[in-house]
Nanobody, 124 residues
Framework: EVQLVESGGGSVQPGGSLRLSCKVS????????MGWFRQAPGKELEGIAQ???????NYADSVKGRFTISQDRDKKMSYLQMNSLTPEDTAMYYC??????????????????WGQGTQVSVSS
């Protein structure tokens, strides 16, 4: 059974930073694509970053220049470094893993496996 477990969420003041981690277990074959999504109360799920097996990355405009996605394939970990956080970044953050196919800009419905989410709250 494939499992994804996020960690690293919490509360932070505007301008602060957080680093989210996602541990993948039970994946039988190489993970092709990792993604991070978020969902704020009353809003749709938003894809914010993806990274493929060649470490190519893609970001939503809302986080570009502030967030960085990375991965350690040996450890089966994905990370989301979030800097210059604003209250608009407050949301539940989810990591997702997907097999072959496209990766950059991959839609949420095309990811096969999801974590349970970790809450990020930004307020003064």
């Amino acid at each position: 059974e494939v499992q994804l477990v996020e960690s690293g969420g919490g509360s932070v003041q505007p301008g602060g930073s957080l680093r989210l981690s996602c541990k993948v277990s039970g994946y039988r074959y190489g993970i092709y694509c990792m993604g991070w999504f978020r969902q704020a109360p009353g809003k749709e799920l938003e894809g914010i970053a993806q990274i493929d097996n060649r470490h190519s990355t893609n970001y939503a405009d809302s986080v570009k220049g502030r967030f960085t996605i990375s991965q350690d394939r040996d450890k089966k970990m994905s990370y989301l470094q979030m800097n210059s956080l604003t209250p608009e970044d407050t949301a539940m953050y989810y990591c997702a893993a997907g097999g072959s196919g496209y990766c950059l800009g991959r839609a949420s419905g095309d990811f096969e496996h999801w974590g349970q989410g970790t809450q990020v709250s930004v307020s003064s």
